[in-house]
């Protein structure tokens, strides 16, 4: 495996966005995170000034998402979500396309859309990735979604939210890193649960990945490195 472990656990943006979470999930999902050392915790929005509490003096950044599951938000309030995420302590902003107006060819709506909320993100010295929901669209749609990234100069295209029918697959995979420039990177959301689909899509070109399987991803890659394994919480969230 020719991959460190912090290599492979800075990869990972450990999802605490399963709509019937409660507290005690959350709590037991950012124990495991700081202890894993991930690269984020993406958590429901309400709950971030929670998840900034909790990974103070820690490595692990605190992310959340905007516009999240469906992108149909309208754009002021998508701005005004992404301010409020910022404000409580978010380093890193997932946002969703509006979905709709990318059907509808509407890439001007789009654009200025994604370009506020990158403003927004950058003014505060943080990062923003933008999720397309790929599987609801054609090749075009795709690619013409990573031409605007580039143009206006997000940090991450995002194949998906994991709500959708399908998730991260290699040909988007293959398709975002090909379409997009070296300085915007590609995450993987949506069906990376075991190390070696972790190891794949590193291959591809994937910087990060959203994963919930993070216990027992990284668990295998110590294993595999002849290294201890993390002890997670016997009261931690099913899943994880």
């Known amino acids: 495996m020719n991959a460190s472990y912090s290599d492979l656990a800075k990869m990972i943006d450990h999802s ?20 894993f050392d991930v690269a ?3 958590i429901m929005p309400y709950a971030v ?3 900034a509490e909790m990974l103070a003096g820690s490595t692990v950044k605190v992310s959340t998402v905007i516009g999240f599951p469906h992108g149909g938000h309208t754009h002021v309030i998508k701005v005004k979500e992404a301010e409020q995420a910022l404000a409580d302590g978010c380093e890193e902003l997932d946002m969703v396309v ?4 990318v059907l509808s060819g509407n890439y001007d ?5 994604i370009r506020d909320i990158c403003a927004v993100t950058h003014a505060a010295g943080q990062k923003l990735k933008v999720i397309f929901e790929n599987a609801y669209l054609n090749e075009a749609q795709k690619i013409r979604l ?5 143009e206006i100069g997000v940090d991450w295209v995002k194949t998906s939210t994991g709500y959708a029918p399908t998730g991260a697959t290699t040909e988007d995979l293959v398709l975002m890193r090909k379409h997009s420039p070296a300085h915007v990177q590609v995450k993987a959301a949506g069906g990376v649960r075991t190390l070696d689909r972790l190891l794949e899509v590193r291959e591809l070109g994937v910087s990060r990945c959203g994963a919930s399987a993070t216990a027992g991803i990284l668990n295998e890659a110590r294993e595999r490195l002849g290294m201890e394994q993390i002890d997670v919480d016997s009261d931690a969230p099913a899943g994880y």
Do not use: H, W
Not at 98 to 101: C, E, K, T, V
Not at 146 to 150: G, L, S, T
């Open 98 to 101: 509006n979905i709709s107006q």
């Open 40 to 42: 984020s915790v993406c």
């Open 49 to 51: 000034p929670l998840c």
């Open 146 to 150: 990573c031409e605007i990234c580039d």
């Open 109 to 113: 709506y789009v654009a200025a859309e």
């Open 16 to 35: 605490l966005l399963n709509p019937v979470m409660t507290q005690t999930d959350f709590v037991n999902g950012l124990k495991l995170a700081r202890a």
